[in-house]
């Protein structure tokens, strides 16, 4: 099952940590029992042990706090056994703490294990339960929830069906709660299904909200005009948002703009610049353009067959054809004719042309 899913506290244990001190302080969670103040005492030391990177230490007293049914307790160490972070690795007492972590309302405990049982990796593949323990989540008006359900419908998991329609459904209640990639996601669908109208307002509305995508996706639509009038200052602005945010496909459109003087000022090193951040991100297109300002030289852009090379064979091993020819071309020019012809063969697998009159003079070389 393809799934592209938030986590919360899942980039390190001190995050969690921090995310837990930012809402459960000692002002809004009194201890009710001497047995509870134990615990959050434990579990306070422990907080500081991590803090000090003595987590052997942290999680005994995660432990001990766990054993009386303190919640943050108990969701910390299930995320600890999910990731192995100071624990070593266990998805089944992941599985069991974020359930007792559940059962006492803890929000995210739920979250993350729907998610952890439709994890390929932790091997449950129940698609149903999971669907079943986010749903409690959405049904309580949970953008993130109702966002993360649209993708637990979108798809098949076992003999658990994809079920369209809800997952349209739960998009939407995302959408118009807020969420921002739920509103990138439903512009794109009104785009695919032609309502440019509806496109617009949801990729406005996610753009609005800083998502990189959603500006690319505008920044588009104002360039082609699709259902709505061209605006190219409106374009330009979008597209170098969205390249900032770190949007692979703007970063290559807008170095191409400045390779080619397209509504700025014709700059080679912008747009090396740029491209070299689309290409950083795999994208094979940029890697090939940066092989060929490197192969030819441009403006204040020294040739380098060195950097030529590694550019067009980053883009050569993404199955570019041009940069397989090309790449082939360098090395024959460095009489290296047996890696030449190994990327001739996989340009004229790919389509390129000109790849067997190279590969002729190849082997009569």
Known sequence: MNKKLSKF???????????????????????????????????????????????????KLLQQAADQQHPEALYVLATSYELGLGITQNFKKAHDYYHRAMLLGHRDAR?????????????????????????????????????????????ALTSTKADKTQSFFWLTKAA??????????????????????KAFEWLSRSAEQGVANAQFNLAIMYERGD?????????????????????????????????LGEQVAKDNRQAVTWLTQAAKQQNKKSQYLLGRLYEEGRGNIKADLQQAENW??????????????????????????????????????????????????????
């Not at 940590?17 to 459960?24: C, K, Q």
């Not at 729907?114 to 409690?136: C, K, P, S, T």
């Not at 807020?178 to 032609?194: I, M, R, V, Y």
């Not at 063969?345 to 390129?352: C, F, L, P, S, V």
């Open 9 to 59: 506290g899942m980039a390190c244990l001190f995050s969690v940590l921090i995310i837990f001190s930012s809402t459960a302080t000692a002002e809004t969670s009194q201890p009710s029992t001497q047995q509870d103040s134990a615990a959050h005492a434990q579990f306070t030391q422990a907080y500081a042990l991590i803090k000090e990177n003595k987590l052997a230490d942290a999680m």
């Open 111 to 155: 979250f993350n294990l729907a998610l952890l049982l439709i994890d390929a990796e932790a091997g449950f593949n129940d698609l149903a339960r999971a669907r079943n323990l986010m749903q409690v989540l959405a049904n309580s008006g949970d953008s993130e929830a109702q966002y993360n359900l649209s993708l637990l419908y979108k798809d």
């Open 176 to 197: 118009e709660s807020g969420h921002p990639d739920a509103q990138n996601n439903l512009g794109l669908h009104f785009l695919q299904t032609k309502d440019a109208q």
């Open 227 to 259: 259902g709505i009038t061209t605006n190219p200052t409106e374009a330009l602005n979008l597209l170098q948002s969205a390249a900032t945010l770190g949007n692979v496909n703007a970063q290559h459109n807008l170095g191409i703009k400045y390779l």
């Open 312 to 365: 067009y064979l980053l883009s050569a091993k993404q199955g570019h054809s041009e940069s397989q020819y090309h790449l082939a071309l360098l090395l024959a020019a460095k009489r290296d004719n047996i890696d030449a012809e190994f990327w001739a063969n996989r340009a004229k697998e790919t389509g390129h042309k000109k790849a067997d009159s190279l590969l002729n003079k190849l082997k009569s070389s």
